[in-house]
Each structure stands twice: as C-alpha cells, then as structure tokens.
C-alpha cells in the first residue's frame, strides 16, 4: 500500500523485573528498513513492550520530519490537492517558519497508514481501550489506584495523535519473521549485548518479511479460540484466583493491573491445565 509504514515490536526481560530489552524494525514507503533496539539493566516486560512502540512511532516522527523537503511535501500536496503554489521557506529561522513545519509534518503523518505488529496484548488493549478511561480518572484505574507505567502511557499516548495507526496481534514465537527478529534484538540487549542492526533497502534485507509459510498455527489457532464460546474466564493477581463468566468480568479485573493473568477456557478440563500451568493448588474464588 502507498504511504503506508510497517512496524514490528517486541520487548524483554530477564526476570520481571530484571535486565530487558526491546526491538524494532520497520519498513518506509520507500521500501527501506531501519531496525532499533535498546535495553534497561532493571525493568519489566511491559516497559520494554511501551518502550519499543514509543520508539518507533518517535522514529517515524523525526523521520518524516527531516524529510518533508525531497519527500513530504509533493505527499502533502497531493493529499490536499494543492492547486497554488507553496510559499518557500527561505530560512528554517524565519517567522513562522517553525510552525509551518510542524503544521506540514503532522498533515503528512496524516496520509500515512501505520501497521504495528505487536505481541503484546498489554500494549494494545491499554493504547486502544483503557488508555481513554485513565486519562478520564486522572491516571488512577476503576479501583482507584495509580496507573502503572504513566510515564510510558503518556509518551505512546501523545505519539498517536493525527496519525492513522492500525495495531495487530501476532503471537509471539509463532515464527513471524518481523515478530522473531525484534525478539532476537530485544533479547540480545537484555543478556547485555550489543547486535548489529540493519539499515537499508529491503531487496537486500536478510529476514523475509512477509514469507509466512513458516509460520505456526498459533494465529490460526488464536482467532479460533477468540471466536469459540468459553467454558469460563480465570484470572489471577497476587496468587488469587477467579472464574468469571464473561470477558467483561475478567477484563475488568484485570484491567491496568501489574503482573495479572487472564486466560480463556473451552471446556473444564482445559480450565484445570490452565491452573496447572500457573502452578495453583488453592481453589479458585467466583465473584459475586
């Protein structure tokens, strides 16, 4: 697609919390590949998840704008469908010259389709659904307490305005190229190394993108799973366990809240492998 931006990220942590990294590549409409990475020596998974889509849409940002002149604006153009010719802008400090630039940049960030591969349900739930009610409630969840991560939110939140941004879930270690590739660059900075990174066209970058006849069956799977009728939901925060009969139950228990799990069930046995492999053996409470 024309104008449109990929980006795949992934982030990691050697214990939660522990030394962690995260990883980026991405690909320009010019069809050229950046890749990006970065790591902390003691954080959480889902910093490094924030931190690698704060990355990028930072790297889109200051891309696009050092290039509006051999670039942008012919896009700009046609977006509008300028018929007059633009005033030039002779110097970067004249009057107004700033504000124009940034009016200009924002408009062509406008016209660009932004896909964001990510395996990262934290990521996408909170950007897409629960990022709007904390901002309501003062950055504190529906139980009052403060946010996790604010800082983080704050950044991704401010990055995603006036662009035109899709995000998908993939799941992680499915054999997604993009997907495995930041992984292997998030987990390189996490056990302290430091990997080359690629810059470049795409005819000439060794991972295969979009060759996905390698991948696992895990998306399958999961699309599948999302569209079958549950048995029940559980989740578990501080050890403690509950069934809930509908999404929105456990959604709202879990919601913003650090280190929760939730996962769905099919059938009763299936509700105690999942108990098992969260390594639980007290019984389970059911809200009222």
Known sequence: MKNEILIWSDGSSRGNPGPGGWGVVIVSPEKEVVELGGGEEHTTNNKMELAGAISALSYVEKNISSNLNHIGL?????????????????????????????????????????????DSSYVINGITKWVHNWRRNNWLTSEKEEVLNRDLWEKLFSLTQDKKIEWKYVAGHSGTPGNERCDDIATAYADGNNPSLYKGMLANYSVPLFDLSKVSSADKKSKSRSKAKAYSYLSMIDGIIMKHKSWGECEKR??????????????????????????????????L
């Open 74 to 118: 012919e896009q700009l153009d046609a977006v509008q469908g300028a018929s007059e010719k633009r005033p030039s802008h002779t110097s970067q400090y004249g009057e107004g010259a700033s504000e124009r630039n940034n009016e200009e940049m924002r408009q062509i960030l406008k016209s660009y389709h932004i896909l964001i591969h990510t």
């Open 254 to 287: 879990v919601k913003g809240k650090s280190g929760a799990k939730f996962k769905k069930a099919l059938s009763a046995e299936e509700e105690e492998e999942i108990l098992k492999e969260w390594a639980v053996t007290v019984n389970y409470k059911t809200p």
